[in-house]
């Protein structure tokens, strides 16, 4: 069964509003979760690790207020793109530092 | 700065034969490496890993080969199946991080 869920799977929201989406870690603990995101016929990104009880780290390119990371607890990383724009259209993965495992993935399109 | 390089975009193989991937990586700190497959709109499916101390590791259909001094590893896959037919991602973790840095991938095609 799955060990990292992502919710939701698709959304589609209109220019300028903000997106959030979850990653769970299912029965383990996760104090490390990475945060990609995939180009169509692109390779994946990694966009920022997000640490449980503390600031996301973002890699070199990616705005830190833009792609808002929380990891409140050991079971759910957030990200919330924040004014979404079309050009963030994307699928976007979480992983977490437990074995290789990655959620299935979140569409976001933005109109 | 493409640090995981892919260099093949597609590959097609008849079934029942042997698929070799390749995957080139251009920083030496890295030293766990890890392929896998990948469906559009899923996230990618663990296939096998590889640490820089071994040269080798083989886990069923799968054999994943590491080159440190030419910076290169490759999969192989045999007997390669239809359902083998995906996208495949190399990735390169740097020493002591778990940050996985991903290649351009390669698309498989296995004809039945």
């Known amino acids: 069964g799955a060990v990292v869920s992502q919710h939701p799977s698709r959304v589609i929201c209109k220019s300028g509003t903000s997106v959030k989406i979850e990653c769970r870690s299912l029965d383990f603990q996760a104090t490390t979760m990475f945060w990609y995101r995939q180009f169509p016929k692109k390779s994946l990104m990694l966009m920022a690790t997000?640490?449980?009880?503390?600031?996301?780290?973002?890699e070199q390119g990616v705005e830190k207020d833009k792609f808002l990371i929380n990891h409140a607890s050991l079971t759910l990383s957030t990200l919330t793109v924040t004014s979404a724009h079309p050009e963030d259209s994307s699928f976007y993965i979480c992983?977490?530092?437990?074995?290789?495992?990655f959620g299935p993935g979140t569409r976001l399109t933005v109109t | 700065d493409q640090q995981v390089k892919q260099n093949s975009p597609s590959l097609s193989v008849q079934e029942g034969r042997i698929s070799i991937l390749n995957c080139d990586y251009t920083n030496s700190m890295f030293d766990y490496f890890l392929w896998y497959k990948k469906y559009p709109a899923e996230g990618p499916t663990f296939l096998i890993s590889i640490s820089s101390i071994k040269d080798k590791n083989e886990d069923g259909r799968f054999t994943v080969f590491l080159n440190k001094s030419a910076k290169h590893l490759s999969l192989h896959i045999v007997p390669s199946q239809p359902g083998d037919s995906a996208v495949y991602f190399c990735?390169?973790?740097?020493?002591?991080?778990?940050?996985?840095?991903f290649g351009t991938g390669t698309r498989l095609k296995v004809l039945a």
């Open positions: 992983r977490t530092s437990y074995e290789q495992y």
């Open positions: 997000s640490n449980e009880g503390s600031k996301a780290t973002y």
């Open positions: 990735a390169a973790s740097p020493s002591g991080t778990y940050k996985y840095i």
